[in-house]
């Protein structure tokens, strides 16, 4: 028994089995060489018009013919195929990744409460693509099911001497969006560009370096958290971007002050506020970028290698 194939091999390479219009033959499994015959497309119970099927052209096994026990078009491989194992990058203890050409993608499966998001694929929709890249590169992405991942990405990144090209050959998958790195984590040196992204109409989740600087009142609910602000130059003024976290009690109380953390989420643009000096009239504008968290899967402690470093 195994899978029908409507791809295989012949002398000129790999055809389909509805392209096949002659003697094009022999064929052979494209994935482990053995020998398969062509079935014309044809119709199955055609007498009872509720059960008529049309069957389009495949290729078979020949006559006691068997595929390699690892090959993919076997039922056993395919069981294999389909029934593989994703990697979670918070089972290593460094990512698996090297210069070579390649992109690598990291699908994100961290369970956020995440506001003016897009609309999620459909399970149908998903499923087609997501079978076909397992049955072709014989695994699925690497995933990160917390902000603990994300940070563990952050240092075999950042750390490298290489980080300026693995930000672009890194992509995270979140949903139906494929995010470069540069364009999904941001320390304080890139503030200026994270407000530029989620500025933009169409944002997506980002993680965001912050240090805690303040935090509020933890008899309350939900927790006010201010992060040290970054000061930019911006028409002439002292602007500064200042990142505040609204954080449930719980996760509040494990935070430590002037401590680094990768937040996790929908960051979003918040207010505009001034502040004045009385005495000399100095004028400093506070732009906040805000994020609510709803789950500790979204905060992981880090201390970043070469943070500061040509960013």
């Known amino acids: 028994m195994a899978l029908r194939l409507f791809k295989a091999n012949n002398a000129s390479g ?3 089995a509805a392209d096949v219009t002659g003697d094009d033959g022999p064929f052979w499994c494209g994935a482990c060489n053995v020998p398969v015959i062509r079935v014309t497309d044809h119709l199955i119970h055609g007498e009872d018009l509720r059960r008529r099927r049309s069957i389009p052209a495949f290729f078979r096994l ?6 390699a026990t690892n090959c993919p078009q076997s039922i056993q491989g395919a069981i294999e195929a389909i029934m593989r194992v994703s990697d979670a990058v918070e089972d290593r203890i460094e990512p698996e990744f090297e210069l070579n050409g390649k992109i690598y993608t990291f699908r994100l499966n961290i369970p956020t ?12 929709e998903a499923f087609g693509p997501k079978l076909g890249r397992i049955l072709r590169e014989g695994h699925l992405d690497s995933y990160c099911r917390s902000a603990v991942g994300l940070a563990i990405l952050w240092n075999g990144i950042e750390g490298t001497d290489d980080r300026n090209e693995l930000r672009e050959n890194i992509i995270i998958s979140d ?3 494929q995010i470069p790195w540069s364009n999904f984590s941001f320390s304080p ?3 200026g560009e994270l407000f530029r992204e989620l500025s933009k109409k169409y944002r997506h989740s980002t993680a965001v370096l912050v240090t805690i600087q303040e935090i509020g009142d933890l008899r309350r609910e939900i927790v006010r958290v201010q992060c040290a602000a970054v000061r930019t130059n911006r028409r002439g003024m002292d602007f500064r971007i200042a990142p505040i976290m609204f954080v449930r009690a719980p996760i509040a109380r494990r ?8 937040a996790f989420g929908d960051w979003r643009v918040g207010d505009v506020n ?3 000096a009385k005495d000399t009239g100095y004028r400093v504008t506070y732009q906040d970028v805000m994020l609510t968290v709803e789950r500790s899967s979204q905060l992981a402690r880090l201390n970043v290698p070469g943070e500061d470093e040509d960013v």
């Open 274 to 276: 001034f502040w004045a």
């Open 62 to 67: 020949e006559s006691h013919g068997r595929h």
């Open 189 to 191: 040196p890139r503030y």
């Open 14 to 16: 790999p055809v389909f």
């Open 255 to 262: 935070l430590l002050i002037d401590q680094q953390y990768i």
């Open 175 to 177: 949903k139906n969006k």
């Open 113 to 124: 409460l995440l506001a003016n998001r897009p609309q999620f694929t459909a399970p149908a």
